[in-house]
T-cell receptor, first 116, second 115 residues
Framework: DQQVKQNSPSLSVQEGRISILNCDYTNSMFDYFLWYKKYPAEGPTFLISISSIKDKNEDGRFTVFLNKSAKHLSLHIVPSQPGDSAVYFCAARGAYSGAGSYQLTFGKGTKLSVIP | EAQVTQNPRYLITVTGKKLTVTCSQNMNHEYMSWYRQDPGLGLRQIYYSMNVEVTDKGDVPEGYKVSRKEKRNFPLILESPSPNQTSLYFC??????????????FGPGTRLLVL
């Protein structure tokens, strides 16, 4: 059973417009959410995160919104740039259980293409 | 430079021939893990290690072994590779502790083809 879902495998956006990537989760015990960005032939790199006690976190052009009641989060990129073209993974972290033992559960990823 | 390194980056092998993919990190991280990425399935965790000599299964451990004899190294071992282990593999590391903002640092990936 997939606990973190990214239902859109791909998304195309015009340069300068807003990109919205969505992520849904089913486990209410998740307390921290992260977005990773992955270019071809490279490992994923951390982009932005949000704690479950917040509903918004902003970092430059990137904003993550969390709707706990809907178990939904989204990543907004404004304005989108061609260099943003990559696969974006949503990840959720389970409750901390001591000695650093928590697990990250990843979604399947959404491939964003920003068209010049 | 803080980094996670993996070797080899690309590997073609045949069914049943034992192989090891090495992973090393220079950030003194306690926690290390291995993922595989497959089309339509995203990133799935194979094994993880919370510290030296402490390892545990992730979501898809079958057909894999790991060891953590040193803090910086976390090799992934395929004793008898099969074609369904053809995949892109990522090693990752992070700090343990009570800080809630740690993120995982990923290696560049190892693309494995098992014939």
């Amino acid at each position: 059973d997939q606990q973190v879902k990214q239902n859109s495998p791909s998304l195309s956006v015009q340069e300068g417009r807003i990109s919205i990537l969505n992520c849904d989760y089913t486990n209410s015990m998740f307390d921290y959410f992260l977005w990773y960005k992955k270019y071809p032939a490279e490992g994923p790199t951390f982009l932005i995160s949000i704690s479950s006690i917040k509903d918004k976190n902003e970092d430059g052009r990137f904003t993550v919104f969390l709707n706990k009641s809907a178990k939904h989060l989204s990543l907004h990129i404004v304005p989108s740039q061609p260099g943003d073209s990559a696969v974006y993974f949503c990840a959720a972290r389970g409750a901390y259980s001591g000695a650093g033992s928590y697990q990250l559960t990843f979604g399947k990823g959404t491939k964003l293409s920003v068209i010049p | 430079e803080a980094q996670v390194t993996q070797n080899p980056r690309y590997l073609i092998t045949v069914t049943g021939k034992k192989l090891t993919v090495t992973c090393s990190q220079n950030m003194n991280h306690e926690y290390m893990s291995w993922y595989r990425q497959d089309p339509g399935l995203g990133l799935r965790q194979i094994y993880y290690s919370m510290n030296v000599e402490v390892t545990d299964k992730g979501d898809v451990p079958e057909g894999y072994k790991v060891s953590r004899k040193e803090k910086r190294n976390f090799p992934l071992i395929l004793e008898s590779p099969s074609p369904n282990q053809t995949s892109l593999y990522f090693c990752a590391s992070r700090n343990s502790g009570t800080g809630r903002k740690e993120t995982q640092y990923f290696g560049p990936g190892t693309r494995l083809l098992v014939l």
